[in-house]
Every structure is written in C-alpha cells, then in structure tokens.
C-alpha cells in the first residue's frame, strides 16, 4: 500500500518535476550565454583601452613633431634675419612669404 502511495505521489508531482527541470536548463543555457557575452564585452574593452592608448601615443608624437618643426623654423627665421648677403636675403624673404602662407598641422 505504501509504495502505492508513493507511485501516487510521484506521479502528481512528475510535471512539476519535469517543469522545474526544463527551466533549469534554460536558466544554466541563459548563465552560459551571458558568462560568454561578459567575456567578449571584456576583450572588447581591453582592445579599446589598447587602441586608445595607441592613438594618445601617436597624438603625442605629432604634438612633439609639431614643436620641433616650429623650433627649427624659428632657428631658420633668425638665420634668415641675421643674414648680410643681399641675395640670400632676398631668397630669405621669398621663403618668409612661403613659409607665412602654410600653416602648420595643429594636433
């Protein structure tokens, strides 16, 4: 008789059972899913911070290209000034005006 009852009991509670179950499954499929969603977002963010570092390190380069071009070009400007031959001075000044019309990359 107990083990009727037992029977019984299974039973009324075998499409519980099975439910709880099935969504176990969905739920631990779900975590999966998200644990490898979490893991992209990771190296995506890892592959940004490397790409910006990258483009502050080349801005930084262009920044510190950009000083020597107008440190040379100041030295260029005061060997031009200092100049006594009144045909590299005039060849000084033709450059002047070309150098005053281009303007320079500003990083």
């Known amino acids: 008789k107990m083990r009727k009852e037992l029977q019984i009991a299974k039973a009324a509670i075998a499409p519980q059972l099975k439910k709880g179950q099935e969504d176990l499954r969905k739920e631990r499929k779900l975590l999966a899913e998200a644990r490898t969603t ?5 190296a995506q963010e890892r592959e940004f911070g ?5 483009l502050l390190g ?5 920044q510190r290209q950009n000083e020597e071009t107008r440190a040379n070009l100041d030295i260029a400007e005061g060997m031009m000034a ?4 009144d045909t590299l001075k005039q060849k000084a000044k033709e450059w002047e005006e070309v150098l005053k019309h281009q303007k320079l990359d500003a990083a």
């Open 38 to 42: 979490a893991l992209a977002l990771e």
């Open 50 to 54: 490397e790409a910006r570092a990258a």
């Open 58 to 62: 080349s801005v930084e380069t262009a």
């Open 82 to 85: 200092d100049c006594t031959d």
